[in-house]
């Protein structure tokens, strides 16, 4: 009952003995002895009051000693307690979910057997004894397609196949959570949750949630030292090299405080030939686990359309994966830009047109072509137009079609315009509205145009944009452009729009706010750029500011997602768009083990190709059907966050108890299970009332004298009376 057993089950024959005391008070009871005395009424009364007190107290003792005996039997038969006697009870129906971390931090190595291998034998061995007779799901840290569903652990074995690595999209605690939402909806007497993970804290964000109907096992296959640095970053900056302007590799390290990696730094072709040693690296981690390096790169990239920029760590540790990592780097391929200048600011155009080509096409390497029109000619890449007044309908219609099938419009806008604005026809403010950043404000607070509020100086946001990446640098003296007078927006409101570059009082007025210089809006699969000035002397000192080449030239080139060298993570989607792919309805892409597929377009939000199985690291090569050469490469890289080994302790994903267990390995789960199962001695009490009971058996028998009820008589008033008289004998 109660789950309470007896080791010594044969000790409880000797129950009987306990009315020993009983049998002994039978046979040796003594009758009181018959003494004649003087009739005194009163004497006989106090006589059989004191016998009656004498017969409840023997009546006690004898009870206390029977009860003594009774506990001495039952204390020596030593009772238990098997306190969980379900996890092997197999006269139940059982179904079970293992969630496997198969994230690659998971590679990391002890004694030459990486931990998701061992991950892998934990799981057989759980399929091959406890969890035999039962019906289990396996949960993976990448969602499968199709819902996981419970199958016969033999089945399970027959059909297994060695864990691999996999992206993480999600935190294997989300993963955990759908196994036990998954086992709360299905019907079987005992129900089990086996989870195998390295307890990285970006998989434990939060404490798992424990159903008490759901016996928990976590395996916790963390190393206790693990040793291990990893490269989480190299790159360029700017990301796209623009000529003219310097640029320097940045390398990012993560390990253990107080280590001193050594790295080598390289520039190779696809295929692995090396062009260039740009340096041999000696960082220092910090007590963030940090470090970053910088390194100029000198004399400028070779000519070659691709290139790798490729780092690697000299020495071997836990973690061989993460010790090499690359950039892919696509020299700028020339765009097409349509320059619509405007006739009545000859002056600005003209420092536009020299910023956008300053050599007028002479230049080779120059990555613009440009070419003056007075609208848009329909092969162009980027539209260049500075506005003295606003677009008719029709036009801001075309621009706006135009960025949405992946073109990029810069608009450089007069001061002024913004006074205009609301006398415009609905239509056509309707159609500007869909490609301006913001809404207008006609004046500035206080009142007045923006030219009359003083200087503006430009502060770029804490976090710079790829297009200011490296220009906010000390040497393109930022703080020394003056901007007069600009067209004032409001406060973005639309989530595709941001503030680039903002506008601060240069001196001090409590009455003034914040405005933006440059602002950029995403339309469908093209971009939007808004320039709140004209490069002229009378709005922006001085106007030919070396911050402007740069970035013109910077908002010409194609973002990252429609570049044709774009750098991915694992399980990260490739996107190609652009109106260089116009007319093309079907792309095909080589993964890099050979293996080819076609990727049709998609028109959902523009027009573009989207190749989503990018579980494979390595080259993805975009390809037309009727060509050879590639159009466009994507390098996918492993997973950066899975380098930085953070642990979390388990105890703080899941709480030891009844219903959970914690262990190292599956001997530690024999072991923990076995302890758990072997009945629980519980006759610690039993000893403690019997030596109660034997200390008041010994003062009932010693003081028996003091034994004595409380006469109610002796609380009542004492009355005066004589002495009494006895009776005659």
């Avoid at 030292?225 to 640029?247: A, D, F």
């Avoid at 070659?304 to 020299?331: F, K, M």
């Avoid at 503006?456 to 007069?484: A, H, I, N, Q």
Wanted: proline letters at 9%; charged letters at 20%.
């Amino acid at each position: 009952m109660f789950g309470l057993h007896f080791l010594f089950v044969a000790a409880l024959w000797a129950l009987p003995l306990a009315g020993l005391p009983v049998l002994l008070h039978m046979l040796f009871r003594r009758k009181s002895p018959v003494v004649f005395f003087s009739t005194l009424r009163f004497i006989k009364s106090s006589i059989q009051h004191t016998a009656a007190r004498r017969r409840i107290q023997r009546w006690i003792l004898l009870a206390c000693r029977v009860l003594l005996l009774t506990l001495l039997i039952w204390a020596l038969a030593q009772p238990v307690k098997i306190l969980a006697s379900g996890w092997f009870d197999t006269g139940r129906s059982t179904i079970a979910a293992i969630v496997v971390d198969t994230s690659y931090s998971m590679q990391l190595k002890q004694q030459e057997i990486t931990l998701l291998d061992r991950a892998n034998d934990i799981a057989l061995e759980m399929l091959r004894d406890p969890l035999k007779e039962s019906k289990v799901a396996i949960f993976r840290s990448s969602a499968v397609t199709e819902p996981e569903q419970l199958e016969p652990a033999a089945k399970i074995l027959s059909e297994w196949a060695n864990l691999k690595p996999q992206p993480a999209p999600l935190p294997l605690a989300q993963r955990c959570a759908d196994a036990i939402s998954f086992l709360s909806r299905q019907q079987a007497g005992q129900k089990w949750l086996v989870i195998l993970s390295d307890m990285q804290s970006r998989e434990f964000p939060t404490p798992l949630a424990q159903p008490r109907d759901i016996r928990t096992v976590l395996f916790d296959l963390h190393p206790e030292r693990p040793v291990s640095n990893g490269i989480t970053s190299v790159r360029l900056e700017p990301e796209q090299p623009i000529p003219g302007v310097g640029t320097q590799a940045v390398l990012e390290i993560t390990g253990q405080a107080g280590d001193v990696p050594f790295a080598n730094l390289n520039v190779t072709r696809l295929d692995g030939t090396p062009l260039k040693t740009i340096t041999t690296l000696q960082g220092s981690i910090e007590s963030t686990g940090r470090c970053r390096l910088r390194i100029p790169v000198k004399e400028g990239l070779p000519l070659e359309r691709w290139l790798l920029i490729q780092a690697g760590l000299q020495r071997e540790d836990d973690l061989p994966w993460d010790n090499t990592r690359s950039q892919l780097v696509e020299l700028p391929a020339k765009q097409a830009v349509t320059f619509i200048a405007a006739p009545s600011q000859p002056a600005a155009s003209t420092i536009i047109s020299l910023a956008l080509d300053p050599w007028k096409g002479a230049r080779t390497g120059w990555p613009i072509e440009l070419k003056t029109a007075k609208d848009l000619t329909g092969r162009e890449q980027v539209a260049v137009l500075p506005l003295t007044d606003w677009p008719d309908a029709g036009r801001a219609t075309r621009l706006a079609n135009f960025a949405r099938n992946g073109g990029i419009v810069i608009l450089l806008l007069q001061p002024g315009l913004e006074q205009t604005f609301e006398k415009l026809p609905d239509p056509q403010k309707h159609a500007l509205r869909s490609i301006l950043p913001a809404p207008l404000a006609p004046t500035l607070p206080g009142g007045g145009s923006a030219g009359a509020t003083g200087r503006y100086r430009p502060v770029p946001p804490l976090k710079p944009d790829r297009v200011l990446e490296g220009l906010t640098d000390p040497s393109f003296r930022l703080d020394k452009l003056s901007v007069s007078r600009f067209v004032p927006f409001g406060a973005v409101t639309e989530n595709t729009a941001s503030t680039l570059l903002h506008l601060s009082p240069a001196e001090s007025d409590s009455r003034a706010q914040p405005f933006g210089l440059l602002y950029r809006r995403t339309v469908g699969s093209g971009t939007i750029f808004t320039f709140a000035t004209l490069p002229e002397n009378r709005y922006l000192s001085p106007p030919t500011h070396p911050l402007l080449l740069p970035l013109l030239v910077g908002m010409c080139l194609r973002p990252p997602e429609q570049r044709d060298a774009q750098n991915v993570e694992i399980g990260q989607s490739l996107i190609l768009a652009g109106t260089r792919l116009d007319g093309i309805n079907e792309l095909e892409i080589e993964r890099p083990g050979g293996e080819r597929q076609r990727v049709p377009v998609t028109e959902q939000d523009g027009r573009k190709f989207v190749f989503s199985e990018t579980a494979a690291p390595g080259l993805h090569r975009w390809r037309k059907l009727d060509t050879a050469a590639p159009i466009a490469i994507g390098n996918v890289q492993l997973p950066a966050a899975e380098s930085e080994l953070i642990y979390k302790p388990a105890d703080a994903v899941a709480r030891p108890g009844p219903n959970c267990l914690v262990v190292r390995s599956f001997s530690e789960l024999r072991t923990s299970m076995a302890k758990i199962n072997e009945p629980q001695p519980r006759w610690t009490m039993p000893i403690v009332i019997v030596l109660i009971l034997l200390c008041a058996e010994a003062l009932l028998g010693s003081m028996s004298q003091l034994w004595k009820p409380l006469s109610l008589r002796g609380l009542l008033p004492s009355t005066e009376s004589g002495p009494s008289t006895g009776s005659p004998s």
